[in-house]
């Protein structure tokens, strides 16, 4: 598959909610970032798919899914790198805040697999969503 057919395929799997299914496409060992902090038990680093299905079940259960709306304004692919341009808005569970923010991810594909993830998001507005 080309970096745009994966990157493609795994915003469809996970509009369709399958964290394991998310999960098999990225490589035995990866590099994933989603900045935060300790009160956000989902943010930080992951290197492994196994990890990938965690951070999706996590966040599930912090999140209001059936609030969430996702808009992709944009996927540019240069060769192995993909950066999707968009904006999340989420309820936070715990609070019932509810937050939109532009967003950026930056993904690398390596022989059909998802070998990097970076998510640029604005850290501050999720924080201040799930403070108590």
């Known amino acids: ?20 299914a998310v999960a098999e496409l990225f490589a035995e060992e990866i590099d994933w970032y989603v900045p935060g902090s300790p009160q956000l038990p989902w943010t930080g680093r992951r290197t492994t798919p196994a990890e990938v299905a965690d951070y999706l079940r996590v966040l599930g259960e912090n999140i209001v899914p059936e609030k969430n709306v996702d808009n992709v304004e944009a ?38 697999e998802i070998t990097k993830l970076y998510l ?5 507005k999720v924080a201040k969503a799930y403070a108590q």
């Open 75 to 112: 996927l540019v692919v240069d060769g192995d790198h993909a950066v999707l341009l968009g904006e999340f808005s989420r309820v936070a569970r715990s609070t019932g805040r509810s937050y939109q923010m532009p967003i950026a991810i930056h993904f690398q594909v390596t022989d059909g």
């Open 1 to 20: 598959m080309t970096t745009r057919e994966v990157v493609e395929k795994f915003l469809g799997l996970l509009g369709a909610g399958d964290p394991d």
């Open 120 to 124: 640029y998001e604005d850290t501050l």
